[in-house]
């Protein structure tokens, strides 16, 4: 890893498709440098959401056209909810009608929802073509835009159509998360304290020691949590880039939970995607606790920091009309499902995540009633 106190080359090292992640300040304004060399044509597709447009389309612009490329837009709707076959559909044929080629690379500008949607487009249109991903989100600039997970969601649940797609490049400017609405900025640091919770204690400490000045805005802290973060997923995904091994499902810590709770609050504004993974986190550690794998004291000591930085770390924040069986039900369709069983990540302590394979749903669904009920 190249770095400075402002810039971050994080190399990814996927067999058969290296990548960098460049982590700049200003990054943006200056893509066209970037993209240029990944670029044959003098025109690129680029696809985006509304708001992230009002902000970044037309600087987008004049970065592309300083190096004499046009930017051609697609624009979609914002939110969850575009991750779906109707959209899929629009970005497929919109990438076609660009007449985009195997060797092209197309843009995706935005958020995990728009990196998701079109990488998958992308790895569909003439069987594979390239994308580059820009993302302006803290969710994304620190887990869904590196790592080739791609997928939209269907009416089972999240993200189960989808495919492995590496980007030829990722460019992450922490400057676009001044962008960004405060719960937006809250749901995205679930993901950055997840590093330390898998395997790095020192850097959950370095949360609870930095957490809310990340979360206000201080830019050193933003850089750091985002070059930690990188670093530590592109080494996970460089030892087993299509979850093989058991090594990169140590990625989805509180995914299970957390998609549960989207799909039980339908894919909604009502939970976002990293408020989820938060609260499922704090789930998976009280779980754990359950089985007497976790110290009591380990498990709240994470809810209260979640909480502290205003992510919901309760079940009844959600005011939920379901009980524990509806939730556990949610998660018979999740991906790592494997000959009826489903490996659940839990935590022999923070930084201990481990892969247990001997998790009963039934005892899930009473456990998630007592959190109910809590």
């Known amino acids: ?12 090292d996927v067999a058969g498709a290296p990548y960098d992640v460049v982590i700049a300040p200003g990054v943006i304004d200056r893509a066209g440098d970037h993209v240029r060399p990944f670029v044959r044509k003098d025109s690129v597709a680029i696809v985006t959401d509304a708001h992230v447009a009002t902000h970044w389309q ?3 612009d004049t970065a592309l056209g300083a190096v004499g490329l046009t930017g051609v837009w697609l624009i979609l709707p914002p939110g969850e ?18 007449d985009v080629e195997r060797r092209d690379r197309v843009i995706a500008l935005g958020g995990g ?16 073509c390239g994308f580059i991903q820009i993302p302006t989100t803290l969710l994304a600039q620190v887990d ?18 989808g495919a492995f ?11 676009a998360l001044d962008t960004l609405p405060l719960r937006e900025t809250r749901a995205g640091y679930a993901e950055v304290v997840k590093y330390g919770l898998i395997d790095d204690p020192d850097f959950f400490a370095w949360c609870e020691a930095n957490g809310a000045r990340l979360i206000a805005g201080d830019a050193q802290a933003r850089a750091h ?15 087993d880039e299509k979850e093989l091994t058991g090594v990169r499902a140590l990625l989805n810590l509180g995914h299970t939970f957390g998609h549960a709770l989207e799909a039980e609050t339908g894919f909604s504004d009502r939970l976002l995607h990293g408020e989820g993974v938060g609260l499922g986190m704090i789930l998976a550690a009280r779980y754990s606790v359950r089985r007497g794998l976790m110290a009591g004291q380990d498990a709240e000591r994470i809810a209260a920091h979640l909480q502290s930085v205003g992510l919901p770390a309760s079940l009844a924040t959600l005011n939920l009309a379901c009980d524990g069986r509806r939730l556990a039900d949610h998660m018979i369709h999740d991906k790592k499902m494997d000959a009826g069983t489903l ?23 009473v456990f998630l009633d007592a959190e109910l009920a809590r």
């Open 144 to 161: 869904s835009s590196v790592g080739g997970k791609t997928a939209i969601n269907t009416a089972a649940g999240k993200n189960l159509v």
């Open 225 to 239: 949590a985002i070059a930690h973060s990188v670093a530590a997923k592109a080494r996970i995904v460089a030892a």
């Open 81 to 98: 909810a575009t991750k779906s076959w109707t959209h899929l559909a629009q970005v497929v044929d919109f990438l076609i009608a660009h």
């Open 58 to 60: 037309a600087r987008l």
């Open 343 to 365: 490996p659940f990540l839990l935590l022999r302590g923070i930084g201990q995540t481990f892969l247990a394979h001997d998790v009963d749903l039934a005892d899930i669904a």
């Open 165 to 175: 797609h590496q980007p030829a490049l990722v460019l992450a400017d922490p400057a």
């Open 113 to 128: 929802v728009i990196g998701d949607l079109v990488g998958f487009a992308a790895s569909m249109v003439k069987r594979g």
């Open 1 to 12: 890893m190249a770095m400075t106190a402002e810039f971050a080359r994080i190399a990814v």
